[in-house]
């Protein structure tokens, strides 16, 4: 995806973008074997397309199309999204074979590209979904339609039915929960059936909720900006990222939530954008947490 970052002062752009393009970066930079199925546009730039060197572009969908958008952020450091354009609608039919040999999954759309029976096709394989409710309604959604609309509802219940663990910002549910705290709407999402809630807070860290267990809340990590404002493009993103790449070796979502909130730290600290020189390595993420990260 293409975007034009809009601060109050300035604009950046355009530039890659997407939780897509963000996460898998973080994830192969991180280590892991990604691959991605989205739709790319054939003469996307080379510059765009090298921030992928890590990342299997095999189930790549060629196509004309290309997700355009500015993204908006206001005074409050609050952001808003309007689309130029949107790319065609994922289904599970487009994943290609060798990528259902996988474990897990993450579906992270921007605005309700990925159809909502991908969940059910791939918890009925036995795989591990995680579903990022930001492009089902939340912040990065044209229209968003919460639990109190019959679409709304169906959107989430359909989701939560099938997904393993829901990852939200607190943005995110203000949209589709209106008028219920971060408890109220994380219980809603685990009776509709979802393993576990992740909740992203911005500065205040992150919370998260595991069946009947009672949620958590885990502080954000100290940031080492070298400039006066933090860089807050991605954050949410390089959590999730960190999250799944954590979860992936250690099966341990406590310590997860703890390795994405390191993770989110060091990117929201970094200048640049979706730039692979942007995100940390595992050496990096392992230093932060070990207290031994010196400022940038």
């Known amino acids: 995806m293409k975007e034009n970052i809009i ?11 997407s ?13 892991l074997q990604v691959g991605i199925v989205s739709y790319v546009e054939e003469n996307l730039e080379q510059n765009f397309l090298s921030q992928f060197a890590r990342v299997d572009l095999q189930g790549v969908l060629w196509n004309n199309l290309n997700t355009e958008d500015n993204l908006i952020y206001d005074e409050a450091g609050v952001k808003s999204i309007e689309y130029a354009c949107t790319a065609p609608l994922i289904n599970f039919e487009d994943i290609i074979p060798a990528y259902l040999d996988a474990g897990k999954f993450f579906i992270c759309p921007m605005n309700y590209e990925v159809d909502l029976d991908m969940c059910r096709c791939l918890a009925r394989m036995g795989k591990t979904v995680i579903v990022d409710l930001g492009g089902f309604g939340g912040t990065t959604s044209y229209h968003h339609f919460s639990i109190l609309t019959p679409r709304g509802k169906k959107v989430i219940d ?8 829901i990852k939200a ?3 995110d549910l203000a ?25 992203t807070m911005g500065d ?14 885990v502080p954000a990590l100290e940031l080492n900006c070298p400039y006066a404002d933090k860089n ?13 790449a954590s979860y992936q070796t250690l099966d341990d979502l406590p310590q997860a939530v703890i390795f ?35 400022p940038a």
């Open 175 to 199: 949209h589709i929960f209106p008028g219920q705290t971060i408890e109220q709407a994380a219980g809603y999402i685990l009776r509709a059936g979802a393993k576990a809630v992740l909740v």
């Open 19 to 31: 939780p897509c393009a963000y996460s898998s970066i973080i994830m192969a930079k991180l280590g």
């Open 169 to 171: 910002s607190k943005s």
């Open 232 to 244: 807050p493009v991605g954050g949410g993103d390089a959590f999730s990222a960190g999250v799944i």
């Open 158 to 165: 359909t989701l939560c039915r099938d997904a393993t663990i």
């Open 7 to 17: 601060f109050v002062d300035r604009i950046i752009g355009p530039v890659l973008g």
């Open 204 to 217: 205040e860290g992150a919370a998260y909720q595991v069946g009947g267990a009672k949620i958590r809340y």
């Open 260 to 294: 994405g909130n390191a993770v989110a730290a060091l990117v929201v600290s970094a200048d640049g954008g979706c730039e692979e020189k942007r995100m940390p390595s595992s050496v990096m993420v392992a230093q932060k947490l070990n207290g031994r990260m010196s």
